[in-house]
């Protein structure tokens, strides 16, 4: 009754948010290098001195020492995602850019002689800037093509290297944040529904195509998708707030439906017919979507509650998306709600869906430390309060596998290194069991610190979960 003994432990961190170097060795500008607030701030023509991410955690220069602090801990997988913009740096270029792919092989290099496994993200919110300004990013079906040439770059040149995969992450990002989401240009205000359905389809049918040729390409790959799973709790029994979570809970399950049962779902067929929606479709492209995930993975930071009139309640205050506050669950310093159970509750709804292997790509929690000087003498943070948070999900994993019989092959702490928030931009949210040494204003020494928590992971780690009981 424990985790399964090949149970993928490790972490996350995504190209756009740690490596830095963003205009080194030939590396195009990313949608990212121009929204030096997040995604809730002001876009840029240009990438701005007040940009945090322009430098990251310098990743692209530490990665070594980086990787073996990892595997210090005890890391069996580090999901990390390519900088497209460092393969082709304008997203539509003929040739690829060896210097990026160089540098690429030198991170998979190091991970696989630490026992680590690579699992990539082909496309973490860092759509080429050139994409997104040229085309209006995943609008403009050219993006299909320019993206099966990147895939199959990079499949082609990592294949021995890197056996998981996923396509986008967050997929469902593009409902709410079409500029992080899909690398659409055009301000949301002004796009339609249909616009959205429209990107959306072009990804579906790119990821479709992309686990096709994984599949030709490494026989035995995986390909997972990646969705943003913030499920929903009514705030009433009325009947009418379950409908209401019913429907909202497909703005996320829609995105998963297609990608792991290769059709559109029967409620969206409706909602398009509804709402005079046609998309523009060429022959062929639903018999693509055939192409199926192997597994499927999750972020997970929250819950969230709704009704059929959510204006009569208090929206939460970190709910990026939609959704009003649960009375009963405590928040982080940034609002987001803390809700452990709902996790083992989000890997059930999925397993009971798909019954496809699971996989935690994110999970983790987003506060403001303070670096003091430990016992042994070195800077340090007391991050208990980390540690509860994961111990607590841990268990709710725990609990999923063991007592529910769902198959979940890993867990991803999320910014398992200290790194720059996605969503405001700040160096200040830190999810790390390292603590790096840069501040708010850019200033540091970039030095890297292990937590309170670093210790505490590890032991987990070393014990396959055996050490959470204690
Ligand atoms: C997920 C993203 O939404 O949440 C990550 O995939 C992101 O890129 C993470 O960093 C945490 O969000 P934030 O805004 O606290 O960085």
């Not at 490790?10 to 929204?35: F, H, P, R, T, W």
Request: glycine share 8%; proline share 4%.
């Amino acid at each position: 009754m424990r985790f399964p003994e090949n149970f993928l432990w490790g972490g996350a961190i995504a190209a756009n948010q740690c490596e830095g170097a963003y205009d080194v060795d030939g590396k195009g500008l990313s949608i990212q290098d121009v929204m030096p607030k997040g995604v809730l701030g002001e876009v840029e023509e240009e990438p701005t001195a007040d940009n945090l991410k322009l430098m990251g955690i310098d990743f692209y220069h530490r990665y070594e020492d980086d990787i073996r602090l990892f595997s210090e801990m005890g890391f069996r997988m580090l999901r990390l995602s390519i900088a497209w913009s460092r393969i082709y740096p304008n997203g539509d270029d003929k040739e690829p850019n060896e210097k990026g792919l160089v540098f690429y092989d030198k991170v998979f290099d190091c991970c696989l002689k630490y026992g680590i496994e690579p699992i990539v993200t082909l496309s973490h919110y860092e759509t080429p800037l050139h994409l997104a300004k040229e085309y209006d990013g995943w609008r403009n079906r050219s993006l299909i093509e320019f993206f099966l040439r990147y895939c199959r770059t990079v499949f082609g040149r990592y294949g021995k290297k890197v056996k998981y995969w996923m396509t986008f992450n967050e997929i469902n990002a593009v409902r709410h944040f079409p500029l992080m989401g899909a690398g659409i240009w055009t301000p949301k205000e002004k796009l339609t529904k249909a616009d959205i359905y429209q990107a959306a389809h072009h990804e579906f049918v790119a990821s479709a195509l992309a686990t096709k040729l994984l599949r030709e390409m490494v026989p035995g790959a995986k390909m997972g998708c990646m969705v943003l799973g913030a499920l929903s709790y009514p705030m009433t029994p009325h009947p009418d707030d379950m409908l209401s979570m019913m429907e909202r809970d497909r703005d996320c399950m829609f995105f998963a439906d297609v990608q792991a049962r290769g059709y559109y779902p029967s409620y969206i067929r409706r909602e398009w017919e509804r709402e005079g929606i046609e998309l523009q479709m060429e022959p062929g492209d639903e018999d693509v979507l055939r192409y199926t995930v192997d597994y499927i993975s999750f972020s997970y930071y929250m819950s969230k509650c709704t009704a059929a009139d959510c204006s009569k309640y208090q929206k939460g205050r970190g709910n990026l998306t939609t959704g009003v506050a649960n009375p009963y669950l405590k928040e982080s310093e940034w609002g987001w709600q803390i809700d452990p159970k709902g996790l083992r509750y989000t890997l059930n709804y999925f397993y009971d869906r798909y019954q496809k292997p699971l996989f935690v790509a994110e999970n983790g929690l987003g506060a403001n430390d303070v670096l003091i000087i430990g016992a042994d003498r070195e800077p340090t943070v007391e991050d208990d309060y980390r540690i509860n948070y994961m111990k607590e999900h841990l268990a709710q994993i725990k609990k999923a596998i063991v007592q529910d019989g769902v198959e979940v092959i890993g867990y991803a702490a999320w910014g398992c290194i200290d790194l720059v928030s996605a969503s405001s931009a700040q160096l200040k949210k830190r999810y790390g069991f390292i603590y790096v040494d840069r501040n708010e204003d850019g200033s540091g020494t970039l030095e890297r610190f292990r937590k309170k928590s670093f210790y505490w992971y590890r032991d987990i780690i070393s014990t396959n979960g055996e050490a959470l009981e204690e």
